[in-house]
């Protein structure tokens, strides 16, 4: 086991590599520089001469290969580059913000998770019911509502309305603060969590070995707790890793929207002034985060199910 | 053999329930099984043994009911008892196995924990103890390394082995009857042999009676004293082995004899005895209801072959 779980830390090795490189790549091609960027904003002169200098001092003159040498071996360091903007280590600006990521999308994800789940299960323990034509048209119009338009929506009631909640900010922390941005990251989740578990469940049922398990005379409760829940797990463990992976992207415009101090909305602020390294840093960040959990999937994966080989 | 019997079935009817009353699949079917008695009932796929065996043990899959008739086992009802009383007999007094041995058992537990269950369901043991009683359980079907092989999974073992682990299950409370659903038609042809002299070894031993189900009458034939024949969801003819196969009454049977293979004939494009078959289909089931049971099979037309039974 341990030796799989180091296996398949290394294969991400490669993988990082590479989309650092393609990170870099498409950085470095799209129109607009942090130089061109301060002089847009009206206070400096458009001067070519100060153009240059300013390209100089940024390293931005170089020919793209040799930066990209740079930025790759700084990598092997754990250094991603200086802020154009702040002049700190890119490292340092996003530890500043990446905490507030992380408790944003655990929460939005726990949620997600806790409701999500028994819903689908006692949909699915009684098929027809209200309860389960309730959770399943809910489960739709989360899938199909707006993240952006939810929040505004959570915001203006919850906020606004009732005062119940302060309507955006981190409040130092305060968990309060917490609480719409995490409903409205973790609904879509909920949501396809509720249908896969659902799905999950109806599909176990119907296995010739929940026939063996009731012919041996257990009841349902133990039918359910020996031998379907762990089979569906298996299944909802893929959507539950796929989801929080790509939580870290979702998160962007959340962030932006609650104020979030979190990568999301520092990727959003760094690309209107063109921070290259800052924006090549979360967006790094966020690949990271994605594979990272499904690498952690993968092992989960392996130590419930004995058909994966562990190679 | 002159005391009550184990098992008695009156007039068993099993159907789909519908607006008027119900459409029976399985249409009036009697036989009765003395203590330690090995009773077959053959019949080509579709005739209705699975359903039988099923009800049986109540657990017929959803739309399908027990309509009309009833079931006695030791004398008592089995449709008037309370759930938690045939969960006491399933598995205790009354085991089945079923036919695919491949999907039977949970892909996620070890084989020796799905039988220790058994011990901790009726024999109120503990997790530690079961175990060990799963050893003996699996060296009492004769799988080599008992020790080792309770902590393989079922994917780890072949057909023939897994089969083995269902008997270990079905016979691990010592039940008075055990239910094989064509224990051996999903196996290959060598192991075949090795599992049916296996229950027949064990249940001989035990005192346990045996309902054989199969389409092979050559199965039946070496381990059973008495047979019923199954078509179209009626018990068409119900004797001793030995009578039915010297002096086969029914047409059906007649054709189901000639379609054995026979010592010291040969068959095939070389051969010079063509192996019989049986003409037509089984046809729509409605239909038959009104129509001739056996008359779309045009090789015979018999008046005892109605569908509602009259002669
Ligand atoms: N849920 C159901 N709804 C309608 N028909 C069903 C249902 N379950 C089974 N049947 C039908 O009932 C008939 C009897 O089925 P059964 O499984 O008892 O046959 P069998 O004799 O065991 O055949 P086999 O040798 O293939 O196992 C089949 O024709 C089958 O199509
Ligand atoms: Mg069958």
Known sequence: MLRFTMRRLLQMIPTIIAVALLIFVIFSVVPGSFASSLMADGKTASDPELLARLNEQFGLDKP?????????SGLAHFDLGTSFRTREPVLDVINDRIWASLKLSIAAMVFAIVIG??????????????????????????LSM?????GLLLMYFFALVLGWLPSFG????????????????????????????????????????????????MSNSRVIRWHLMRNVMVLVVTTIGLQFGSMMGQAVVIEKLFSWPGIGSLLIDSVSIRDIPVVQGTILVIVLWFLLINTFVDIIYAAIDPRIKQT | MTDTPLLELKNLHVGIPKRDGYLDIVKDVSFSIMPGEAFGLVGESGSGKSLTALSLIRLLKKPLKVSKGQILFKGRDLQTLSDREMRGLRGERIAMIFQEPMTALNPLKTVGRQIAEMFVL?????WAEAGRKAVDALA????????????????????????????????????DLLIAD???????????????????????????AVLMISHDLGVIANMCQRVGVMYSGRLV???????????????????????????????????????????????DREALLQEFCFQPRNTIRDPRLRADGAA
């Not at chain 1, 793209?64 to 790759?72: F, M, Q």
């Not at chain 1, 689908?120 to 809910?138: E, H, K, N, Y």
């Not at chain 1, 990251?185 to 578990?197: I, N």
């Not at chain 2, 119900?238 to 010592?263: C, I, S, V």
Request: proline share 6%; glycine share 10%; with cysteine.
């Open chain 1, 64 to 72: 793209v290969y040799i930066r990209a040498w740079e930025y790759l």
């Open chain 1, 117 to 142: 789940v028994p819903l689908g299960f006692i949909a699915a323990l009684r098929p027809g019911s209200v309860l389960d034509s309730i959770t399943m048209i809910g489960a739709v119009s989360g």
């Open chain 1, 146 to 150: 707006p993240q952006f338009w939810l």
């Open chain 1, 170 to 217: 981190y409040g130092g922390g305060d968990l309060k603060y917490l609480i719409l941005p995490a409903i409205t990251l973790g609904v879509t989740p909920l949501a396809l969590l509720a249908r896969t578990t659902r799905a999950g469940v109806l599909e176990i049922t119907n296995e010739d070995f929940i026939r063996t398990a009731h012919s041996k005379g």
């Open chain 2, 122 to 126: 009726h024999r109120g043991m503990g």
């Open chain 2, 140 to 175: 009492s079907v004769k799988v080599p390394a008992p020790e080792e092989r309770v902590l393989a999974y079922p994917h780890q073992m072949s057909g023939g082995m897994r089969q083995r682990v269902m008997i270990a299950i079905a016979l691990a409370c010592d039940p």
């Open chain 2, 182 to 208: 064509e224990p051996t038609t999903a196996l290959d042809v060598t192991v075949q042999d090795e599992v049916l002299k296996l229950i027949g070894e064990l249940c001989a031993a035990r005192g346990t």
């Open chain 2, 237 to 283: 003819e119900e004797r001793d082995t030995y009578d039915l196969f010297a002096a086969p009454r029914h047409p059906y049977t007649k054709g189901l004899l000639g379609a054995l293979p026979r010592l010291g004939t040969r068959h095939g494009a070389a051969g010079r005895q063509r192996l019989v078959d049986i003409d037509g289909l089984i046809k």
